[in-house]
């Protein structure tokens, strides 16, 4: 399949690989900051900068939008695409109806509309994920763009799944969750040894294990462990009145012990 | 060494094991609970079942006390050492203090303390952790006692440090943020998936990648992603209007959410 990129940032640069080592050609890329476009064109078999947002003479069917969501608006409101292509944005949040709705608005040609939302994250420059094993959440505006869609997903990986909107809030949400508050916890523990000059790396066995046992049991419940969860009152009002100068870290730590408490 | 155990839990499991495979000699095991006593003697090579807590006739050099923190002055209460006996306990909240304090109230003769923390978490009956990569937190009462349990110390494990009763309830706090409440927080993301029907496993890629990065990353708030990082108010306003039929985690969501912003 031929298809184009819309962005160069991180999930266009592990994208677009990922679509030509599976056989496809990206014709062009576009991206706002041309150096990034350029850079990822030097990665792809024969991709061509698109010095803007005017496909008209592509030959591509699909267009990937790899964007920030705040920007999808603005960008489909420049966006000009040959008659029946398609269209899929990347993002966790954003409905596929918003989509249909800004392409309704803008597009001067009927387009079909879809979501291609793979469930990791992404740090250019570092080795290409190995895409198997990415989950790949996949929506279509109707049941033969679905299946294209599906069809390519399964090129790329194991693990495509069909999920509506609503259900891929709900696991970008369960992500924000399981993904961004545990690194900001994490944050907080380097944060903490720092200010007693230990070495973070003391508490890397410990991290691993841990989420180790969390992904293999049936409930991550079922393998909690420590101060709140042996209800040890002792060493919960020793780690509080060692937090009490830090009244945010105090009140998290109240929060997340009284959560656990509640579990049991 | 020869050495006995008082309590034969999870930690009394891997530790007595590491010890015999490093070459000591464990010979007795007590525990309250006798069939969890025979069980781990049963994995040891000559150990027997010290009925009680009189350990005057033992020829061990070190007592290990891998029992409940809140367990310890009541074994510590009825414990009799021979003289010079070495007894370590094995939590990351007590002090070494607080361990002589109930050595000279109890013991009839003269003992020398320490403490041998072992930063992991453990599980029975599950494989034996690889004991080289356990950092092991040492403290002791005196320099001759310090000397020997590094000693001891480096004989399971590469990463043997010196650390004070301060420094291992910092530690201890640390790993609270960074294993106790993230297994909590994965908790919240499969009762998430759950309530829509969902595969929690869609997001195991994601953990993976994202505890990976936060571990290889010079500070995890380097590697911070998501909506409260990038500022995208629309996605954040969309997630609290699913969470708000659930006050305690729409209330975490607020604050974790708030914590990175601040830190931005």
New interface residues.
Partial sequence: MKLSFIGAGNLAWHLAMAFENAGNFICEVYSRDEKNARRLISMLYDARLNPDLNFAESESELFVLAI???AIEEVTAQLVLPENALVVHTSG?KSLESLRQLMDIYSDVPVRTGVFYP???F?KGINP?PFE???L?IEASDKSTEKLLIALGQELSQ?V?L?NS??R??????????????????????D??D??N???D??????????Q???DAR???E????????G?V??LS??RA??SDKP?LL???R??SE??Q??R
């Fill in positions: 920030p969501d705040d949040s469930l990791q994250t740090s994920l094993t990415i989950p959440c693990i799944y999920v609503h259900e809030k709900v696991l970008h949400i369960a992500a924000v969750f399981a993904c961004n508050f545990t690194n900001y916890l994490f944050g907080i523990a380097k903490l040894t200010s007693e230990l070495e973070f003391l508490l890397k066995p410990l991290i691993e294990e841990t989420v046992k969390a992904l409930h991550p419940a393998v909690q462990t420590g101060p709140a969860r042996r040890d002792t060493t020793l780690h060692y937090l945010e009140h998290l730590y929060m997340l959560g656990i509640t579990r």
